[in-house]
């Protein structure tokens, strides 16, 4: 740990002796002992915050007032402890460096009131940005009054007139309409809404339209998967097992109903972060905290799961300042961060929040579940008990529980137990990481049905690590038990579950963890938050609930600014701030730092309405202009941070799969399911199990529910950028390579969608070839082509059809379909016309 925080050099500055007092702040920052020291022994004080100073570490005061000598402070720097000097490396201190600490500290080491209060955080606010309050802006008028229709225009138009730049005209129908459909609901116009879109001149066509989107159910299907990449969502646990999680869905449907329902966005964070807590919570407040469930979770034969319990808060801890403040608060783990005003001891005391946590799995039933399983529960549960009492599970698993204690209280005895233990701890019969265990030390009789069947199942399924095969198998006929539960399994109506979390039953303390280190403990600290944020007021509220009102409270000047922000850069293609995941002081500064704070008022004030803060954005002149690039600005602005045109940019890998399958017919329509499992390439390998396809119209739903492998994700996904799944991402790379268009032409989901569109223009188009290529092009890009376009795809399609003839068994393979009218031969030619079509770069780029 730092032995003084960087802002001594200004909280040193005494009132009585100030030139000494300055001249020992110099010397505390020449010398580097602001950012380094003795770690070990002074357990994240800060020499910034007077309490501290004078309260000392666990092996002493560090300063003493009046009294250098007993001060830990000069004793290290003077080396007078055996071992142990300051600073750790480099020159040390002269004396007479060291008679200045030493003057200072006999002069009573006073510290300004301004500076204790700039260490409680109620000092003047922050010299940087984005940690000052947010007031309103005033709206700028501008010359070019009849282009701006709403605020945002003023303030993009103002910026612009200043450097002498027009801003870009409306775009065209076809293209307003494909990019609103694809921004709002990553879907693409079909040919008739595009027509009835173009063709409807009346007032507010262009309003209605954007309504009618935001009312889409896919609307919260596309925004939901924004905010999953935020939550490093996954259906797997992560490492090497890479466990399925078959219940991580339900947390994905909580999502897009959030977004579909518009949920205020201070709520939509508070039963994230807290809603077990919340009073008389609900089933769906529970499961939004889903969220925190997405951490990836070692389930590997001897892991040491209090280290990785400790890596899963630090990951929830880190991904709450990311998402929610825009900060990189993980780089104070192991020290004080180098940049931004958060020390070491704060990192812990934002860690304490979530430290008192633990994973449960709840009945989370969906919209019809009720009844069938209420009508079928008792029944189960007695034949269920019968076959367990039939194979005398309960006669026999008292000594099977007894034996696995009597291992864990003597490791290493007995090698084979061991091996059951581990197995307990963290085998596959229960989705929560190193829930086995806790069951275990639970007495019986305080067990709930879920855990008593948890162990029960573990001691069926694993017995087999204890007693030979042969009394396995012969004479204890589990093999056989757990076909016939299963088959029980099967045919009972099970409620939906979800993953949770909820409030430790043992809650501990909390420790600053010396460099990171999760065995090497310093002091003990309470919950709290940095000192250079606005302070929540105090309350009784439990901690993870103050934390949750803390960042939604409107004295705090992050979370509005980063929210709004992602919503533009989801809209423009880029950020006002282009590093979206960090506002701190390495960031970019934003483009338009007004609009940011206009926006930022807007959806603070106005409900925190995510909706409402998109509407205002499409229906601007900004969001609806050309993005065809422009002479002018090639060199005066080459990355558009002026906005004098609309970005276009390639598709998410969801959107460009979802694009494919919907304009070739293929695309189900279900919404939030659980996870599915459509085609992959025959060389794609599982880190564990296999991909068994997803049979009938599941394996045609929407990407967002593809399941997410963190060890062997879908190859498309990956090749087209999605996020990991392992720490929270705020914007995706968006790479070009050459094997985006292999993917493209050979993958099987889109070479049966190329199948698919093919047979649409065969049959939903007139039969004279120009008429089919016109539809084509209305299905593919929302438009009609042009007539080199129309003469350059009929004569690839006359070549395709000039091979196959040759090649009558490779047109039968292509087109294996029967059609009134068509040969194989022409229908393997539309096949390739439309694997051309669908690897456009048009088709795979929002404009």
């Not at 879109?197 to 066509?205: E, K, L, M, N, T």
């Not at 925190?292 to 709450?320: A, K, Y």
């Not at 017995?463 to 088959?487: D, N, R």
């Amino acid at each position: 740990m730092p032995l003084l925080n960087s802002l001594l050099i200004w909280a040193v500055l005494g009132q009585a002796g100030a030139d000494l007092a300055r001249d020992a702040a110099v010397i505390l920052e020449a010398r580097c002992l602001v950012c380094h020291g003795s770690g070990q022994q002074m357990h994240g004080l800060r020499l910034d915050r007077r309490e501290d100073a004078l309260r000392g570490s666990n092996s002493g005061p560090v300063i003493v007032p009046g009294k250098s000598g007993e001060s830990k402070l000069i004793q290290m720097v003077s080396g007078t402890i055996e071992g142990k000097i300051m600073p750790p490396a480099g020159q040390r201190l002269s004396p007479q460096e060291i008679a200045v600490l030493r003057g200072w500290i006999d002069q009573g080491a006073q510290w300004l009131a301004a500076a204790a209060e700039k260490a409680q955080g109620t000092a003047s606010e922050s010299t940087h940005w984005a940690f000052r309050s947010i007031r309103r802006p005033a709206i700028p008028d501008v010359k070019n009054r009849s282009w701006a229709r709403n605020a945002i225009d003023n303030f993009v138009l103002a910026r612009l007139e200043a450097e002498g730049i027009e801003p870009s005209p409306e775009a065209s129908r076809s293209t307003l309409i494909r990019r609103l459909s694809l921004d709002l609901t990553g879907l693409p116009p079909t040919p008739g809404e595009t027509a009835a879109f173009v063709a409807d001149d009346s007032p507010g066509a262009y309003e209605r339209l954007v309504e009618r989107l935001l009312e889409s159910p896919h609307y919260g299907e596309k925004w939901a998967r924004h905010w999953l990449d935020l939550a490093r969502y996954s259906d797997s646990d992560g490492y090497r097992q890479d466990d399925f999680r078959p219940h991580a869905w339900r947390y994905r449907r909580w999502v897009i109903d959030a977004f579909n329902q518009d949920m205020p966005f201070d709520r939509f964070t508070t039963e994230q972060i807290a809603g077990d807590i919340l009073p008389n919570s609900t089933i769906e407040q529970k499961v939004a905290t889903g969220f925190h469930r997405n951490t990836p979770s070692n389930r590997e034969g001897g892991t040491d799961f209090q280290q990785f319990r400790f890596e899963q808060v630090v990951n929830r801890i880190n991904t709450v300042g990311t998402v929610w403040l825009g900060l990189t608060v993980g780089c104070a783990q192991c020290h004080d961060h180098k940049y931004d005003p958060l020390s070491h001891k704060e990192y812990y005391q934002l860690f304490a929040f979530m430290d008192n946590v633990e994973e449960v799995n709840i009945d989370a039933p969906l919209p019809g579940e009720i009844g069938p399983y209420l009508r079928s529960v008792e029944a189960y549960r007695k034949a269920r008990r019968d076959l367990l009492e039939q194979y005398r599970v309960p006669e026999l698993q008292p000594a099977w529980e007894a034996k696995l204690l009597e291992a864990m209280a003597n490791p290493g005895k007995w090698q084979e137990w061991d091996k059951a233990l581990g197995t307990v701890r963290v085998g596959d019969s229960h989705p929560v990481f190193a829930m086995g265990e806790k069951i275990l030390r639970t007495p019986p009789e305080k067990r709930n049905e879920k855990e008593a069947r948890i162990l029960t199942d573990n001691y069926i399924k694993y017995s087999s690590q204890v007693v030979p095969e042969k009394v396995y198998k012969e004479e204890l006929k589990f093999e056989e038990l757990l076909k016939k539960l299963k088959e029980l399994d099967d045919g009972f109506p099970a409620l939906s579950q979800a993953q949770t979390i909820a409030v430790e039953r043992e809650p501990h303390a909390t420790y600053i963890h010396l460099r990171g280190e999760f065995k090497q403990l310093g002091s003990q600290v309470e919950p709290g938050f940095p000192s250079f944020l606005p302070k929540a007021p105090t309350d009784t509220l439990p901690p993870r609930l103050r934390l949750a009102k803390w960042i939604v409270s409107p004295d705090n000047p992050l979370t509005a600014r980063v929210t709004v922000n992602r919503l533009w850069q989801d809209l423009f293609g880029r950020g006002i701030v282009l590093t979206s995941e960090n506002f701190g002081t390495q960031g970019e500064k934003p483009s338009h730092p007004a609009l940011l704070d206009w926006l930022a008022c807007e959806f603070r004030d106005g409900g925190w309405s995510v909706k409402q803060t998109i509407r205002k954005i499409v229906l601007s002149s900004t969001y609806r202009q050309a993005s065809l690039p422009r002479q002018d600005l090639k060199v005066r602005d080459p990355d558009n941070m002026l906005l004098a045109r609309q970005a276009r940019f390639r598709l998410t890998a969801e959107s460009i799969r979802d694009s494919a399958l919907a304009v070739s017919g293929l695309l189900s329509p279900e919404i939030g399911g659980k996870s599915i499992r459509p085609p992959r390439p025959a060389g794609a390998k599982m880190a564990r199990g296999k991909w068994n396809e997803s049979p009938g119209e599941a394996r045609y739903g929407r990407s967002l529910y593809i399941q997410y492998q963190r060890m062997s994700p879908h190859p498309f996904m990956t090749n087209f950028d999605m996020a990991d799944g392992y720490s929270a991402v705020c914007r995706r790379a968006r790479s070009n390579t050459a094997l985006q268009a292999l993917n493209l032409l050979n993958d099987p989901a889109f070479f049966e969608a190329a199948q698919a569109l093919a047979v649409r223009v065969l049959t939903e188009a007139p039969p004279k070839p120009e008429e089919r290529l016109d539809y084509a092009f209305r299905l593919c890009l929302a438009r009609t082509p042009e007539t080199d376009e129309r003469e350059w795809l009929a004569t690839a399609i006359r070549r395709q059809q000039e091979i196959l003839r040759e090649k009558p068994e490779l047109a039968n393979t292509t087109f294996p379909f029967s059609l009134s009218g068509v040969s194989p031969v022409d229908g393997a030619a539309w096949v390739g016309a439309g694997r051309i079509l669908l690897n456009l770069y048009e088709f795979m780029t929002r404009e």
